[in-house]
């Protein structure tokens, strides 16, 4: 069901920066907040940026998010190794009546 | 804090019924901003949106699931539930409670997972 289009993967080396997109429609990013999570191998989702721009407590400021029109972007300034993981992005779509979630970017450290 | 903790079988027969629970601490369910979902993961559909609940039991289920799936809630035992009917092998992934916030259109809060497989 997922109609956000994520890159499959992206890499830097640390101390770098990288930017993650988020492809979607009218129906979702250009109507609703963006959220992105953060995903470690065995783990739950956490919770990483939400309404597009915010982060909640105890997320690091090299994390960003921002959004124009149908396309949202993750910025991740100062990569550091331990920010080695798969990042999803989700909203909610009117047309479908529930949330969807971007097809997930792996981050690999160089 | 919130916590949430998903529990039950990690094995279903196809044509069976998928029952889990999970159970919320550090929270209320009544709490009229947020909802009460249910994600799950697997390698081919990556995360997918199940459904969710809110308090006063209005629900919004993920259109492919909803001839067979049933979310209900449980405020005195802080606990809401979701029923799968008629599983079949691509129901096996890893399945996620959360919760959701209505206003802000985030999951904010996860439970750690549990793995079921469909399978005779």
């Known amino acids: 069901q997922s109609v956000l289009t994520q890159p499959p993967s992206v890499s830097a080396a640390p101390g770098q920066r990288v930017t993650i997109s988020c492809s979607g429609g009218t129906s979702n990013i250009g109507n609703s907040y963006v959220s992105w999570y953060q995903q470690f191998p065995g783990a739950a989702p956490k919770l990483l940026i939400y309404?597009?721009?915010n982060r909640p407590s105890g997320i690091p400021g090299r994390f960003s998010g921002s959004k124009s029109g149908t396309y949202a972007t993750l910025d991740i300034f100062g990569l550091q190794t331990e920010d080695e993981a798969d990042y999803y992005c989700?909203?909610?779509?009117?047309?479908?009546?529930?949330?969807?979630f971007g097809t997930g970017t792996k981050v690999t450290v160089l | 804090q919130v916590q949430l903790q998903e529990s039950g079988p990690g094995l279903v027969k196809p044509s069976e019924t998928l029952s889990l629970t999970c159970s919320l601490s550090?929270?209320?369910?009544?709490?009229?901003?947020?909802?009460w979902g249910w994600v799950r993961q697997s390698p081919v559909r990556g995360l997918e949106w199940i459904g969710c609940i809110d308090d006063t039991g209005n629900t919004y289920y993920n259109s492919s699931l909803k001839s067979r799936l049933t979310l209900s809630v449980d405020p005195s035992k802080t606990q809401f539930s979701l029923i799968l009917k008629s599983v079949t092998a691509s129901d096996t992934a890893l399945y996620f409670c959360?919760?959701?916030?209505?206003?802000?259109?985030?999951?904010?809060?996860w439970g750690q997972g549990i793995q079921v497989t469909v399978s005779s």
């Open positions: 989700g909203t909610w779509d009117a047309i479908l009546g529930g949330y969807i």
């Open positions: 959360l919760r959701y916030d209505l206003v802000s259109a985030t999951c904010d809060y």
């Open positions: 550090g929270d209320s369910i009544r709490r009229s901003a947020y909802s």
């Open positions: 309404e597009t721009y």
